[in-house]
T-cell receptor
C-alpha cells in the first residue's frame, strides 16, 4: 500500500471545523483513501472512505484533490468528543483481503 | 447494534503461561483480524483470517497463533507469554470485500505479562 503522511498533532477550537490533511503522493489509480479514528482506550472506528469523488456521511466529509495526491478529512463542528487519533490509510481496491496498515496518525485535540 | 466483543478488557498473566484472547463478532463477517498496539509503534497486524479454518500471518506473528473454528469467533493464542507481549490487543472484523466496507473493532484487551 502507498504511504501516507499526516501531521503528528493538531488543535481545534470546539464548534469550529477540524480539517485534517493527509498526503499520499504515490497513490495509485485503484487505491482508496480510508479514514479511521481512535478515541483513547477504545478500538479504532471507521469514519469514511473514497476513491476519486468527495464523500460525505453523518460523521465527516472527505475531500480528495483532483490529482489524488492528498485529501482532507473535515469534521464540520468539532466537539470535545472528537478528540482522538485520526488515521489516513490508502489501500488497493479489489485487492482481495489485504489487511489495513495503520500509520501513526494525527492526534486531534479539541479545545473548549 | 453490530458488535465485536473481546472477552476481557484487562488481563494479567504470568510469564510462560498459555494465554487465550477471544473475539466474537455478530455481523456474519468473513474477515477477522488481530492487531496489537503499543505506544510509539501504532497498530501492528499479528494474524488475520478470511474464512473458517483459514489464517494468514501478519507483520508480527512470532510468539502467537490463532484459531478460527467458527465464523464468528477468532482466538489469539500466546503459546508462552513473555513480558514483551504486554500490550493492547485489538480484534476487528469486516465484510468482503473489505475495501468496500469499514473494519469494526472491539474495545481491546489490555494484557499485562508479569
Amino acid at each position: 500500500d502507498a504511504k501516507t503522511t499526516q501531521p503528528t498533532s493538531m488543535d481545534c477550537a470546539e464548534g469550529r471545523a477540524a480539517n485534517l490533511p493527509c498526503n499520499h503522493s504515490t497513490i495509485s489509480g485503484n487505491e482508496y483513501v480510508y479514514w479511521y479514528r481512535q478515541i483513547h482506550s477504545q478500538g479504532p472506528q471507521y469514519i469514511i472512505h473514497g476513491l476519486k469523488n468527495n464523500e460525505t456521511n453523518e460523521m465527516a466529509s472527505l475531500i480528495i484533490t483532483e490529482d489524488r495526491k492528498s485529501s482532507t478529512l473535515i469534521l464540520p463542528h468539532a466537539t470535545l468528543r472528537d478528540t482522538a487519533v485520526y488515521y489516513c490509510i490508502v489501500r488497493v481496491a479489489h485487492s482481495g483481503n489485504t489487511p489495513l496498515v495503520f500509520g501513526k496518525g494525527t492526534r486531534l485535540s479539541v479545545i473548549a | 447494534d453490530v458488535k465485536v466483543t473481546q472477552s476481557s478488557r484487562y488481563l494479567v498473566k504470568r510469564t510462560g503461561e498459555k494465554v487465550f484472547l477471544e473475539c466474537v463478532q455478530d455481523m456474519d463477517h468473513e474477515n477477522m483480524f488481530w492487531y496489537r498496539q503499543d505506544p510509539g509503534l501504532g497498530l501492528r497486524l499479528i494474524y488475520f483470517s478470511y474464512d473458517v479454518k483459514m489464517k494468514e500471518k501478519g507483520d508480527i506473528p512470532e510468539g502467537y497463533s490463532v484459531s478460527r473454528e467458527k465464523k464468528e469467533r477468532f482466538s489469539l493464542i500466546l503459546e508462552s507469554a513473555s513480558t514483551n507481549q504486554t500490550s493492547m490487543y485489538l480484534c476487528a472484523s469486516s465484510r468482503s470485500p473489505p475495501e468496500n466496507y469499514g473494519y469494526t473493532f472491539g474495545s481491546g484487551t489490555r494484557l499485562t505479562v508479569v
